[in-house]
Protein backbone atom coordinates (compact mmCIF):
# COMPACT_ATOMS: atom_id res chain seq x y z
CA UNK A 1 0.00 0.00 0.00
CA UNK A 2 2.73 2.37 0.83
CA UNK A 3 4.93 1.93 -2.37
CA UNK A 4 1.29 2.50 -3.92
CA UNK A 5 1.25 5.59 -2.85
CA UNK A 6 4.63 6.54 -3.04
CA UNK A 7 4.38 5.72 -7.32
CA UNK A 8 1.39 8.10 -7.19
CA UNK A 9 2.98 10.76 -5.53
CA UNK A 10 6.03 10.37 -7.90
CA UNK A 11 3.27 10.57 -11.11
CA UNK A 12 1.33 13.26 -9.87
CA UNK A 13 4.85 15.33 -8.82
CA UNK A 14 6.06 15.05 -12.19
CA UNK A 15 3.46 16.22 -14.12
CA UNK A 16 3.65 19.62 -12.06
CA UNK A 17 7.27 19.74 -12.74
CA UNK A 18 6.26 18.87 -16.68
CA UNK A 19 3.73 21.94 -16.16
CA UNK A 20 6.42 24.07 -14.77
CA UNK A 21 8.69 23.45 -17.49
CA UNK A 22 6.78 23.17 -20.59
CA UNK A 23 5.28 26.20 -22.96
CA UNK A 24 1.91 25.94 -22.20
CA UNK A 25 -0.99 26.84 -19.50
CA UNK A 26 -1.98 25.30 -16.20
CA UNK A 27 -5.04 26.36 -15.18
CA UNK A 28 -8.79 25.09 -13.95
CA UNK A 29 -11.23 24.55 -16.13
CA UNK A 30 -14.96 25.08 -16.37
CA UNK A 31 -15.65 21.50 -14.36
CA UNK A 32 -13.12 22.31 -11.51
CA UNK A 33 -10.49 20.13 -13.12
CA UNK A 34 -7.16 21.17 -12.91
CA UNK A 35 -5.34 20.86 -16.65
CA UNK A 36 -2.06 21.22 -17.82
CA UNK A 37 -2.21 21.75 -21.56
CA UNK A 38 1.27 22.36 -24.49
CA UNK A 39 0.60 25.70 -26.70
CA UNK A 40 -0.67 23.75 -29.37
CA UNK A 41 -2.96 21.60 -27.87
CA UNK A 42 -1.34 18.17 -28.43
CA UNK A 43 -0.61 17.48 -24.67
CA UNK A 44 -2.51 17.61 -21.95
CA UNK A 45 -2.39 16.41 -18.66
CA UNK A 46 -5.54 16.42 -15.93
CA UNK A 47 -5.79 15.07 -12.61
CA UNK A 48 -9.31 13.14 -11.83
CA UNK A 49 -9.17 12.86 -7.95
CA UNK A 50 -12.29 12.22 -6.29
CA UNK A 51 -13.48 11.10 -2.51
CA UNK A 52 -16.65 10.04 -1.41
CA UNK A 53 -17.63 10.30 2.29
CA UNK A 54 -21.14 8.22 2.86
CA UNK A 55 -23.42 7.09 5.85
CA UNK A 56 -26.78 5.06 6.58
CA UNK A 57 -29.25 5.37 8.96
CA UNK A 58 -31.26 2.25 9.32
CA UNK A 59 -34.99 2.43 10.63
CA UNK A 60 -37.24 -0.41 11.65
CA UNK A 61 -34.64 -3.15 11.95
CA UNK A 62 -36.27 -5.14 15.23
CA UNK A 63 -33.93 -8.16 14.66
CA UNK A 64 -30.95 -5.39 14.91
CA UNK A 65 -29.32 -6.69 11.56
CA UNK A 66 -28.41 -3.48 9.96
CA UNK A 67 -25.62 -1.13 10.89
CA UNK A 68 -25.75 2.86 11.06
CA UNK A 69 -22.49 3.53 9.90
CA UNK A 70 -19.74 6.19 8.02
CA UNK A 71 -17.26 5.10 5.76
CA UNK A 72 -14.74 6.15 2.77
CA UNK A 73 -16.99 5.34 -0.17
CA UNK A 74 -14.43 5.44 -2.43
CA UNK A 75 -10.79 7.56 -2.59
CA UNK A 76 -9.71 7.05 -6.32
CA UNK A 77 -6.67 8.97 -7.98
CA UNK A 78 -6.24 9.04 -11.84
CA UNK A 79 -4.43 10.61 -14.18
CA UNK A 80 -5.79 11.27 -17.63
CA UNK A 81 -3.46 11.89 -20.47
CA UNK A 82 -2.95 13.00 -24.41
CA UNK A 83 -0.10 12.56 -26.32
CA UNK A 84 1.06 13.72 -29.86
CA UNK A 85 -2.67 14.91 -30.22
CA UNK A 86 -4.58 11.74 -30.90
CA UNK A 87 -3.36 9.58 -28.43
CA UNK A 88 -4.95 9.55 -24.73
CA UNK A 89 -4.25 7.37 -21.56
CA UNK A 90 -5.86 6.84 -18.17
CA UNK A 91 -4.65 5.55 -15.29
CA UNK A 92 -6.80 5.44 -12.29
CA UNK A 93 -7.15 3.45 -8.67
CA UNK A 94 -9.48 3.26 -5.59
CA UNK A 95 -7.65 2.67 -2.41
CA UNK A 96 -10.69 3.31 -0.43
CA UNK A 97 -9.89 -0.21 1.39
CA UNK A 98 -7.01 0.16 3.30
CA UNK A 99 -5.14 -3.04 2.63
CA UNK A 100 -6.69 -3.12 -1.01
CA UNK A 101 -5.54 -0.78 -4.02
CA UNK A 102 -8.26 -1.75 -6.73
CA UNK A 103 -7.43 -0.98 -10.69
CA UNK A 104 -10.28 1.03 -12.12
CA UNK A 105 -9.56 2.95 -15.88
CA UNK A 106 -6.35 1.67 -17.33
CA UNK A 107 -6.39 1.87 -20.87
CA UNK A 108 -4.38 3.67 -23.97
CA UNK A 109 -6.73 4.90 -27.07
CA UNK A 110 -6.35 6.75 -30.16
CA UNK A 111 -8.22 9.14 -31.68
CA UNK A 112 -6.86 9.85 -35.33
CA UNK A 113 -10.02 9.25 -37.13
CA UNK A 114 -13.09 11.57 -37.34
CA UNK A 115 -15.61 11.43 -34.66
CA UNK A 116 -13.92 7.80 -33.54
CA UNK A 117 -11.96 6.36 -30.73
CA UNK A 118 -10.85 3.21 -29.87
CA UNK A 119 -9.20 2.17 -26.81
CA UNK A 120 -7.65 -1.05 -25.30
CA UNK A 121 -7.30 -2.10 -21.49
CA UNK A 122 -9.20 -2.35 -18.65
CA UNK A 123 -12.52 0.07 -18.81
CA UNK A 124 -16.44 -0.19 -18.51
CA UNK A 125 -18.10 -2.50 -20.71
CA UNK A 126 -21.62 -1.02 -21.97
CA UNK A 127 -24.82 -1.79 -20.81
CA UNK A 128 -27.03 1.00 -20.18
CA UNK A 129 -27.10 4.55 -19.24
CA UNK A 130 -26.56 4.77 -15.34
CA UNK A 131 -23.74 1.74 -15.26
CA UNK A 132 -21.84 3.63 -18.13
CA UNK A 133 -22.30 7.18 -16.20
CA UNK A 134 -19.44 8.45 -13.59
CA UNK A 135 -20.22 7.80 -9.91
CA UNK A 136 -19.41 11.26 -9.21
CA UNK A 137 -22.66 12.30 -11.81
CA UNK A 138 -24.72 9.74 -10.10
CA UNK A 139 -28.50 11.39 -9.26
CA UNK A 140 -28.54 9.02 -6.26
CA UNK A 141 -25.62 7.86 -3.85
CA UNK A 142 -26.07 4.63 -5.44
CA UNK A 143 -27.21 2.97 -8.79
CA UNK A 144 -30.17 1.04 -8.69
CA UNK A 145 -30.85 -2.28 -8.21
CA UNK A 146 -30.89 -3.87 -11.39
CA UNK A 147 -27.59 -2.17 -12.28
CA UNK A 148 -25.70 -3.09 -9.03
CA UNK A 149 -26.74 -6.99 -9.91
CA UNK A 150 -26.24 -6.90 -13.75
CA UNK A 151 -23.05 -4.26 -13.57
CA UNK A 152 -20.92 -5.23 -16.55
CA UNK A 153 -18.23 -3.00 -14.85
CA UNK A 154 -14.83 -3.07 -16.15
CA UNK A 155 -13.52 -5.37 -17.59
CA UNK A 156 -9.72 -5.94 -20.14
CA UNK A 157 -10.55 -5.89 -23.75
CA UNK A 158 -10.57 -3.73 -26.89
CA UNK A 159 -12.99 -0.91 -27.46
CA UNK A 160 -14.49 1.20 -30.92
CA UNK A 161 -16.72 4.11 -30.28
CA UNK A 162 -18.19 5.91 -33.22
CA UNK A 163 -20.78 9.40 -33.07
CA UNK A 164 -21.86 11.97 -34.90
CA UNK A 165 -24.98 12.58 -36.79
CA UNK A 166 -27.55 10.95 -39.39
CA UNK A 167 -29.40 13.63 -40.73
CA UNK A 168 -30.16 15.74 -38.06
CA UNK A 169 -30.37 12.78 -35.34
CA UNK A 170 -27.35 13.05 -32.98
CA UNK A 171 -26.34 9.12 -32.70
CA UNK A 172 -23.21 6.83 -30.24
CA UNK A 173 -22.48 3.71 -30.56
CA UNK A 174 -19.83 1.50 -29.09
CA UNK A 175 -18.93 -2.05 -29.36
CA UNK A 176 -16.33 -4.25 -27.35
CA UNK A 177 -14.59 -7.76 -26.95
CA UNK A 178 -13.04 -8.34 -23.35
CA UNK A 179 -11.84 -11.02 -21.37
CA UNK A 180 -10.95 -10.84 -17.44
CA UNK A 181 -10.43 -7.78 -15.21
CA UNK A 182 -7.36 -6.66 -13.81
CA UNK A 183 -9.14 -5.65 -10.41
CA UNK A 184 -7.38 -7.81 -7.83
CA UNK A 185 -10.31 -7.84 -5.36
CA UNK A 186 -10.75 -11.18 -3.61
CA UNK A 187 -11.82 -13.90 -6.11
CA UNK A 188 -13.34 -15.82 -2.62
CA UNK A 189 -16.33 -17.09 -4.56
CA UNK A 190 -14.62 -19.32 -7.26
CA UNK A 191 -12.39 -21.47 -7.40
CA UNK A 192 -8.81 -19.73 -7.59
CA UNK A 193 -7.03 -22.73 -9.12
CA UNK A 194 -9.17 -22.69 -12.35
CA UNK A 195 -8.15 -21.53 -15.33
CA UNK A 196 -9.83 -17.95 -15.73
CA UNK A 197 -11.53 -18.54 -19.21
CA UNK A 198 -14.07 -15.73 -19.28
CA UNK A 199 -14.69 -13.42 -22.09
CA UNK A 200 -17.52 -11.71 -24.09
CA UNK A 201 -18.78 -8.71 -26.21
CA UNK A 202 -20.89 -5.94 -25.88
CA UNK A 203 -22.55 -3.16 -27.73
CA UNK A 204 -24.42 0.03 -27.38
CA UNK A 205 -26.22 2.60 -29.18
CA UNK A 206 -28.06 5.69 -28.29
CA UNK A 207 -29.92 8.10 -29.96
CA UNK A 208 -31.09 11.82 -28.87
CA UNK A 209 -32.43 14.09 -30.70
CA UNK A 210 -33.01 17.74 -29.96
CA UNK A 211 -37.20 18.51 -30.31
CA UNK A 212 -36.11 22.22 -29.62
CA UNK A 213 -33.90 24.53 -27.24
CA UNK A 214 -35.76 23.50 -23.91
CA UNK A 215 -37.01 19.52 -25.43
CA UNK A 216 -34.65 16.66 -25.52
CA UNK A 217 -34.78 13.05 -25.92
CA UNK A 218 -32.34 10.05 -25.46
CA UNK A 219 -33.15 6.64 -26.47
CA UNK A 220 -30.64 3.40 -26.24
CA UNK A 221 -30.43 -0.25 -26.54
CA UNK A 222 -27.61 -2.46 -25.33
CA UNK A 223 -26.53 -6.04 -24.97
CA UNK A 224 -23.78 -7.82 -23.50
CA UNK A 225 -22.61 -11.56 -23.83
CA UNK A 226 -20.39 -13.34 -22.04
CA UNK A 227 -18.85 -16.38 -20.53
CA UNK A 228 -18.51 -17.05 -16.43
CA UNK A 229 -15.47 -15.96 -14.85
CA UNK A 230 -13.67 -19.33 -14.99
CA UNK A 231 -13.83 -22.90 -15.90
CA UNK A 232 -15.95 -23.66 -13.05
CA UNK A 233 -19.16 -22.98 -15.07
CA UNK A 234 -20.60 -20.83 -12.10
CA UNK A 235 -22.14 -17.54 -12.12
CA UNK A 236 -24.08 -15.26 -9.09
CA UNK A 237 -26.11 -11.99 -9.21
CA UNK A 238 -26.59 -10.28 -5.84
CA UNK A 239 -27.68 -6.82 -4.96
CA UNK A 240 -27.52 -4.88 -1.63
CA UNK A 241 -30.37 -2.47 -1.03
CA UNK A 242 -28.83 0.94 -2.78
CA UNK A 243 -26.88 1.14 0.29
CA UNK A 244 -22.92 0.20 0.17
CA UNK A 245 -23.00 0.44 3.90
CA UNK A 246 -23.01 -2.73 5.92
CA UNK A 247 -22.30 -4.36 2.33
CA UNK A 248 -25.75 -6.69 2.89
CA UNK A 249 -26.69 -8.45 -0.19
CA UNK A 250 -30.33 -8.91 0.46
CA UNK A 251 -31.24 -10.52 -3.29
CA UNK A 252 -29.15 -13.39 -4.02
CA UNK A 253 -29.68 -16.02 -6.52
CA UNK A 254 -26.49 -18.05 -4.79
CA UNK A 255 -24.03 -19.73 -7.33
CA UNK A 256 -25.57 -20.93 -10.76
CA UNK A 257 -24.19 -23.85 -11.73
CA UNK A 258 -23.63 -25.48 -15.65
CA UNK A 259 -23.71 -22.21 -16.89
CA UNK A 260 -22.98 -22.02 -20.66
CA UNK A 261 -22.91 -18.12 -21.35
CA UNK A 262 -25.19 -15.24 -20.29
CA UNK A 263 -27.39 -12.51 -22.09
CA UNK A 264 -28.07 -9.31 -20.96
CA UNK A 265 -30.31 -6.51 -22.83
CA UNK A 266 -31.21 -2.99 -21.92
CA UNK A 267 -33.32 -0.86 -22.96
CA UNK A 268 -33.09 3.08 -22.08
CA UNK A 269 -35.37 6.34 -22.42
CA UNK A 270 -34.62 10.14 -21.08
CA UNK A 271 -37.34 12.93 -21.61
CA UNK A 272 -35.31 16.60 -20.39
CA UNK A 273 -37.74 19.17 -20.51
CA UNK A 274 -36.00 22.09 -19.46
CA UNK A 275 -34.51 21.72 -15.79
CA UNK A 276 -36.52 18.61 -15.49
CA UNK A 277 -34.72 14.86 -16.08
CA UNK A 278 -36.93 11.72 -16.11
CA UNK A 279 -34.93 8.97 -16.70
CA UNK A 280 -35.95 5.27 -17.08
CA UNK A 281 -34.04 1.42 -17.84
CA UNK A 282 -35.35 -2.20 -18.10
CA UNK A 283 -32.43 -4.83 -17.79
CA UNK A 284 -33.18 -8.32 -18.90
CA UNK A 285 -30.56 -11.27 -18.14
CA UNK A 286 -30.94 -14.64 -19.56
CA UNK A 287 -28.35 -17.36 -18.53
CA UNK A 288 -28.33 -20.52 -21.08
CA UNK A 289 -27.21 -23.69 -19.11
CA UNK A 290 -24.39 -26.35 -20.83
CA UNK A 291 -25.88 -28.35 -23.32
CA UNK A 292 -25.51 -31.67 -20.68
CA UNK A 293 -27.44 -29.60 -18.40
CA UNK A 294 -30.73 -30.69 -17.44
CA UNK A 295 -31.09 -27.31 -14.77
CA UNK A 296 -32.83 -25.38 -16.86
CA UNK A 297 -32.34 -21.56 -18.55
CA UNK A 298 -33.12 -18.78 -15.89
CA UNK A 299 -34.61 -15.19 -16.60
CA UNK A 300 -34.00 -12.35 -14.16
CA UNK A 301 -34.63 -8.84 -14.82
CA UNK A 302 -35.26 -5.12 -13.10
CA UNK A 303 -35.63 -1.57 -13.63
CA UNK A 304 -36.32 1.46 -12.17
CA UNK A 305 -37.92 4.97 -13.19
CA UNK A 306 -36.30 8.15 -12.30
CA UNK A 307 -37.04 11.98 -11.51
CA UNK A 308 -34.98 14.81 -10.85
CA UNK A 309 -36.09 18.82 -11.05
CA UNK A 310 -33.02 21.54 -10.71
CA UNK A 311 -34.56 23.66 -8.71
CA UNK A 312 -31.93 27.02 -9.72
CA UNK A 313 -32.90 26.15 -13.43
CA UNK A 314 -29.31 24.13 -14.61
CA UNK A 315 -29.69 21.59 -17.32
CA UNK A 316 -27.80 18.14 -17.68
CA UNK A 317 -26.16 18.36 -21.19
CA UNK A 318 -25.42 15.75 -23.11
CA UNK A 319 -22.48 14.56 -24.87
CA UNK A 320 -22.31 13.23 -28.22
CA UNK A 321 -19.23 12.04 -28.26
CA UNK A 322 -20.00 9.76 -25.25
CA UNK A 323 -23.46 9.24 -25.86
CA UNK A 324 -24.53 10.15 -22.15
CA UNK A 325 -25.38 13.21 -19.43
CA UNK A 326 -22.90 15.10 -18.57
CA UNK A 327 -21.79 17.46 -15.38
CA UNK A 328 -24.17 19.79 -13.45
CA UNK A 329 -22.37 23.20 -13.27
CA UNK A 330 -24.04 25.90 -10.78
CA UNK A 331 -24.80 29.03 -12.68
CA UNK A 332 -24.26 30.87 -9.33
CA UNK A 333 -21.32 29.18 -7.12
CA UNK A 334 -22.49 31.07 -3.65
CA UNK A 335 -26.07 29.21 -3.80
CA UNK A 336 -24.84 26.53 -5.96
CA UNK A 337 -26.91 23.85 -7.96
CA UNK A 338 -30.10 22.43 -5.82
CA UNK A 339 -32.07 19.21 -6.92
CA UNK A 340 -35.22 17.38 -5.81
CA UNK A 341 -35.64 13.88 -7.23
CA UNK A 342 -37.10 10.61 -6.58
CA UNK A 343 -37.05 7.18 -8.28
CA UNK A 344 -38.99 3.66 -8.14
CA UNK A 345 -36.29 0.68 -8.63
CA UNK A 346 -37.71 -3.05 -8.74
CA UNK A 347 -35.31 -6.23 -8.96
CA UNK A 348 -35.96 -10.15 -9.68
CA UNK A 349 -34.03 -12.90 -9.06
CA UNK A 350 -36.02 -15.57 -8.31
CA UNK A 351 -36.79 -17.94 -11.30
CA UNK A 352 -38.67 -21.25 -10.13
CA UNK A 353 -38.52 -23.10 -13.51
CA UNK A 354 -34.72 -22.93 -13.02
CA UNK A 355 -32.67 -25.43 -10.68
CA UNK A 356 -29.04 -23.78 -9.31
CA UNK A 357 -28.24 -27.01 -10.29
CA UNK A 358 -28.70 -30.60 -11.68
CA UNK A 359 -27.90 -32.92 -9.17
CA UNK A 360 -30.00 -30.90 -6.44
CA UNK A 361 -32.90 -30.01 -7.78
CA UNK A 362 -33.30 -26.54 -5.85
CA UNK A 363 -34.95 -23.89 -8.05
CA UNK A 364 -33.27 -20.41 -7.65
CA UNK A 365 -35.29 -18.14 -5.17
CA UNK A 366 -33.19 -15.27 -5.09
CA UNK A 367 -35.67 -13.05 -3.76
CA UNK A 368 -37.41 -9.68 -5.08
CA UNK A 369 -37.25 -6.41 -3.86
CA UNK A 370 -38.89 -2.81 -4.31
CA UNK A 371 -36.85 0.44 -3.49
CA UNK A 372 -39.03 4.18 -3.82
CA UNK A 373 -36.34 7.02 -2.66
CA UNK A 374 -36.60 10.69 -2.41
CA UNK A 375 -33.32 12.59 -2.83
CA UNK A 376 -32.31 16.21 -2.21
CA UNK A 377 -28.81 16.99 -4.19
CA UNK A 378 -26.78 20.15 -3.23
CA UNK A 379 -24.17 20.68 -6.19
CA UNK A 380 -21.96 23.75 -4.39
CA UNK A 381 -19.99 23.92 -7.16
CA UNK A 382 -17.94 21.93 -9.39
CA UNK A 383 -16.06 20.34 -7.31
CA UNK A 384 -18.39 19.41 -4.15
CA UNK A 385 -21.47 17.79 -3.62
CA UNK A 386 -23.85 16.96 -0.90
CA UNK A 387 -26.56 14.34 -1.15
CA UNK A 388 -29.25 13.16 0.76
CA UNK A 389 -31.64 10.54 0.14
CA UNK A 390 -34.38 8.36 1.69
CA UNK A 391 -35.28 4.58 1.18
CA UNK A 392 -37.91 2.50 1.97
CA UNK A 393 -37.42 -0.98 0.82
CA UNK A 394 -39.77 -3.75 0.33
CA UNK A 395 -38.36 -7.21 -0.06
CA UNK A 396 -39.93 -10.61 -0.39
CA UNK A 397 -39.89 -13.53 1.65
CA UNK A 398 -36.95 -15.37 -0.69
CA UNK A 399 -35.08 -11.60 -0.12
CA UNK A 400 -33.05 -13.35 2.30
CA UNK A 401 -29.21 -13.59 1.39
CA UNK A 402 -29.43 -17.33 0.51
CA UNK A 403 -31.07 -18.10 4.49
CA UNK A 404 -28.89 -15.70 6.01
CA UNK A 405 -31.48 -13.09 7.03
CA UNK A 406 -34.89 -13.32 8.00
CA UNK A 407 -37.81 -12.82 4.99
CA UNK A 408 -40.02 -10.14 4.45
CA UNK A 409 -37.65 -8.07 6.34
CA UNK A 410 -38.80 -4.88 4.91
CA UNK A 411 -36.85 -1.19 6.05
CA UNK A 412 -36.16 2.16 5.70
CA UNK A 413 -32.94 4.39 6.02
CA UNK A 414 -31.35 7.70 5.40
CA UNK A 415 -28.35 8.06 3.74
CA UNK A 416 -25.88 10.91 2.67
CA UNK A 417 -23.17 11.28 0.46
CA UNK A 418 -20.34 13.68 -0.05
CA UNK A 419 -18.47 14.40 -2.90
CA UNK A 420 -14.90 16.38 -3.38
CA UNK A 421 -13.53 15.80 -7.11
CA UNK A 422 -10.84 17.52 -8.53
Not at 15 to 24: C, H, N, P, Q, R
Not at 50 to 77: C, H, M, V
Not at 265 to 289: D, K
Not at 361 to 378: D, E, M, T
Amino acid sequence: MKRMLLVVLVVILTSVLIAEVSEGKLGWDKRGYLIWESKDGDFSTRLDTRIYINGSYFFDDPDEILSNQTNLRKARLALKTRLWKYWEFEWDIDIAEAELVEVKDMWAGYSGFKNTFIKFGNFKQPLGLEEITSSRLLIFPERSMPMLAFETDRQFGLGYARWGNMGTLPYFMQGTVFTQTLANESKSDYEKEVDETGHGAAFRLAIAPEVNKDFLFHGGISTVYNTPYDDSETVDFKSEAETKNGDLEWIDTGKIKEVDHILRYGLEGVIQYRNLHFQSEYIMTNVVRTEDSTAGDANFDGGYAMLSWLLTGERRPWTNNEGEFGQVIPKDNKIGAWELAARYSYLNLTDEDADLDSSTGIPILGGKANIYSLGLNWYANPNVKFQLAYSIVDLNENANSEGDYPGDYDFNYLQFMTVFFF
